[in-house]
């Protein structure tokens, strides 16, 4: 931040500290406190970073990072809880891992927040998910569903109008008549990079949408239905036919930067990216977007959206669970979103968690507020397909063993997309292993 940035910033916490901040006692008494926070390398992230010191000067507390792509954040976060490593006083986790790790007693809750705080300010959507048996153990940074993103500008030239909530049959005729490879610009840029969180959401969401379902209510696997096998098979067309070389290796940020650049038609992924989709000083496209609820298949009741919050966790192996309750007080707080729209305008905020930001009337202007909001009230985890499921998510199943064969399965998925494996091959290999994994754990 300049120099005049961190000045206002300095100034608008100051404003706030009692509320935000929580601090009880001195900074001398902190002074020689650090905590490790390990982070996902997300622009909301990063941008939270660059604030840091405002809390340090604020409590003395010192903070470290350790910022890893999502897929490495996932994985060293899960090694350090299951093996009690103490690497970390706060860990970046999501929906999938809080309600499980709260249930194993592997995190502090998060009882004791301060009346300032107003924790009944959360979105019950992101309480809910970020809950065990009534108890939150995790504060969500931001909240997402996911939704359409598309270049207003192509869409008039094709002639087309996206509606509010498109379905795929129309999402791939405006990505025919959009794609344009010989000038570097595809119809459609979709996430394709194997992990369970990163293209394996994807397609279980698109999976949905066409009827789909993991498991039945006895816990076998569904992969050898016809319903993946649509699902599977269209989006493979669709990405092959319209979509960027190598999509294979795409997540959401090699996604956000085709799309900052002008290559993609369309991009359908996190509701969070509507803020750097639309900066002008990031996106060279920002002033030609448009939004729209994920697509659902012709004749089926579910849309590919899910529901997720990056949200803050302090593992109860830390010795600085004050120092680091303190700082998610400060990191997820009503005060800290002021912060931000001080010194970098309402669109820029941290969305998707707080009831009040959608009660701001700054806020209510942003052109993709409210599709947000919609998007995540869209969303319902208890109720993520049209036939019954033993359950609960949407683009994950909240049991523990669903992230190791779960990354396996994306992986197959990812060899098609690749060109290295045939569709029926891979759900083919995604059923066998699903199943020896549901046996294995004593599902079956």
């Known amino acids: 931040m300049s120099p005049k940035t961190v000045l206002r910033a300095s100034s608008a916490l100051c404003l706030c500290a009692s509320a935000a901040l929580a601090v009880t006692g001195s900074a001398a008494s902190a002074q020689d406190t650090t905590i490790t926070i390990a982070t996902v390398n997300n622009g909301d992230m990063i941008r939270m970073q660059g604030y840091t010191d405002l809390f340090t000067e604020q409590t003395g507390i010192a903070v470290e990072w350790v910022t890893l792509e999502e897929n490495v954040l996932r994985q060293r976060v899960t090694t350090d809880i299951t093996t009690n490593g103490g690497q970390f006083d706060i860990m970046t986790i999501g929906m999938y891992e809080t309600p499980i790790w709260g249930a194993n007693g592997w995190l502090v809750p998060l009882d004791n927040l301060s009346e300032e705080y107003n924790v009944d300010d959360i979105l019950p959507a992101m309480r809910n998910g970020l809950s065990y048996d009534g108890t939150l153990y995790a504060?969500?940074?931001?909240?997402?569903?996911?939704?359409?993103?598309?270049?207003?500008?192509?869409?008039?030239?094709?002639?087309?109008?996206?509606?509010?909530?498109?379905?795929?049959?129309?999402?791939?005729?405006?990505?025919?008549?959009?794609?344009?490879?010989?000038?570097?610009?595809?119809?459609i840029c979709l996430r394709g990079k194997p992990g369970w969180g990163e293209g394996g959401a994807f397609i279980t969401v698109t999976a949905n949408s066409f009827g789909a379902r993991w498991f039945d209510e006895d816990w076998n696997a569904?992969?050898?239905?016809?319903?993946?096998?649509?699902?599977?098979?269209?989006?493979?067309?669709?990405?092959?036919?319209?979509?960027?070389?190598?999509?294979?290796?795409?997540?959401?940020?090699?996604?956000?930067?085709?799309?900052?650049?002008?290559?993609?038609?369309?991009?359908?992924?996190?509701?969070?990216?509507?803020?750097?989709?639309?900066?002008?000083?990031?996106?060279?496209?920002?002033?030609?977007?448009?939004?729209a609820l994920a697509p659902n298949h012709e004749g089926v009741d579910r849309r590919a959206n899910w529901l997720w919050a990056w949200a803050l966790a302090i593992p109860a192996g830390t010795q600085q669970a004050d120092a680091a309750l303190q700082f998610i007080e400060w990191a997820t707080s009503a005060e800290y979103i002021e912060l931000v729209a001080e010194n970098e305008g309402w669109a820029n905020v941290p969305p998707g968690a707080r009831t009040s930001l959608y009660e701001t009337p700054e806020y209510q202007e942003v052109p993709f507020a409210q599709m947000t909001l919609d998007s995540i009230n869209a969303a319902d985890p208890t109720n993520p397909t049209v036939d019954p499921v033993p359950y609960v998510g949407i683009q994950f199943v909240a049991i523990p063993e669903f992230a190791g064969f779960a990354t396996e399965v994306s992986q197959e998925f990812s060899e098609v997309y690749a060109g290295q494996k045939s569709i029926e091959e891979a759900l083919a290999n995604a059923q066998s292993l699903t199943n020896d994994a549901m046996e294995a754990a004593g599902y079956r």
Request: hydrophobic content about 40%; overall charge negative; glycine content about 8%.
């Open 139 to 187: 504060a969500p940074f931001y909240g997402e569903s996911s939704m359409v993103m598309y270049r207003t500008d192509l869409m008039e030239a094709a002639g087309l109008e996206m509606p509010d909530g498109p379905t795929w049959e129309f999402i791939e005729q405006a990505a025919a008549a959009m794609n344009d490879p010989e000038n570097e610009v595809y119809g």
């Open 222 to 291: 569904q992969f050898d239905t016809p319903e993946w096998e649509q699902a599977l098979t269209f989006y493979v067309n669709l990405m092959n036919n319209y979509g960027p070389p190598g999509y294979a290796t795409n997540g959401f940020n090699e996604n956000l930067s085709l799309f900052q650049q002008g290559h993609c038609g369309m991009w359908i992924d996190a509701t969070v990216a509507a803020s750097f989709v639309t900066n002008p000083d990031e996106s060279s496209v920002a002033d030609s977007v448009g939004f």
